[in-house]
């Protein structure tokens, strides 16, 4: 400083230039100068200062070399994966795939891929209305993409169904050639009474009508061996006229209640041969037609016979009265 307290020489020369001053560099000598005297006045720079910058600079070089629309297709995948979310958490996927489905059939049947004949064979019990349906055969379905397999495995769901074929005969018809299985039986089980077919397939959990003439058949896996001991039976019809219901017995063997009460109880094997001692002692002793309740024929060498209460007791006294009648004679 001069004596009237000026500075010897000039800002300009002091290395400090003049903010915004026509050639004065922003980065020339005036950071080190700076930092040293942050330094001096105690303002020391973090140590990962200087990592942060590097790294910021690193990743702005990379962020510049983006392939031209990768800002368009990120946004793009930010807003399907909102609506995505949107539709899985608002429960939509149904109705989605089910949109997507007939906007899809729409053009194949714009361009002739229509379904415009329908060859249905072999339905009796099944309505066609009913198969077409569970086919996914609808108004609006076309014959290009209708799942052949999935329309067969949807009609083999069905109890009365045992078999299903689907062609697809381009470019406008469809095929569907069915099997039904028959009513052959009626199956207690529980106290409740179902429809089966002849392989123990349950066809209708109630019994209509036209079904309560089927022979029928109690207990657990009655409906399973149903209709092998049914053939046996049917080869005595004499027998079999009489039969009210076939029981199936811990699953082992069958009793037969007859219409008049009788129980005949048949053993686990050799049923035919059980069978044929009944008719024998129901055609020479009308055994059948007595007043009993069981016929135990489970042994092979001996035929157990039960009286019914009623006669039991009419035996019994019988019985007493003879025995009186001895006595008094004797006497």
Known sequence: MDGGGRLDQSLMGSGIAAVGQAGAPHDGPVRPRARAASRRLGFSRPAWAGAYRSFALRWRAR????????GIAASIVLVGAALG????????????IAWFKDARDTVANTVGFRIAAISLTGSKE????????????????????????????????????????VLKLYPDRLQITITE???????????????????????????????????????D????????????????????????????????RWNLLLANGIDVRLPETDVAAALDHLVALDRDKQLLTR?????????????????????????????????????????
């Open 63 to 70: 962020l510049l070399w983006l392939p031209a629309g990768s």
């Open 85 to 96: 979310y949107g539709v899985v958490r608002g429960q939509h996927v149904p109705d989605v």
């Open 126 to 165: 099944v309505s066609r209305e009913e198969i077409l349906t569970t086919a996914g055969v609808t108004g609006r379905a076309s014959l290009l993409f209708l799942d052949a397999d999935a329309a067969r495995a949807g009609l083999m769901a069905n109890p009365w169904i045992g078999d299903a074929a």
């Open 181 to 219: 299985r028959q009513a052959f039986a009626l199956w207690q089980k529980n106290g409740r009474i179902s429809v089966i077919a002849s392989d123990g397939t349950v066809l209708e959990p109630f019994v209509e009508r036209r079904y309560v003439g089927l022979p029928l058949v109690v207990g």
């Open 221 to 252: 896996g009655a409906q399973r061996e149903a209709k092998d001991f049914l053939a046996i039976l049917a080869r005595y019809p004499d027998i079999k006229s009489q039969v009210r219901a076939s029981i199936r017995v811990a699953d082992r």
């Open 291 to 331: 007043d009993i309740t069981v016929v135990d024929l489970r042994l092979p060498d001996r035929v157990t016979v039960r009286q019914s209460d009623a006669a039991a007791q009419a035996r019994d006294e019988a019985l007493s009265a003879n025995k009186k009648k001895k006595k008094g004679g004797d006497a």
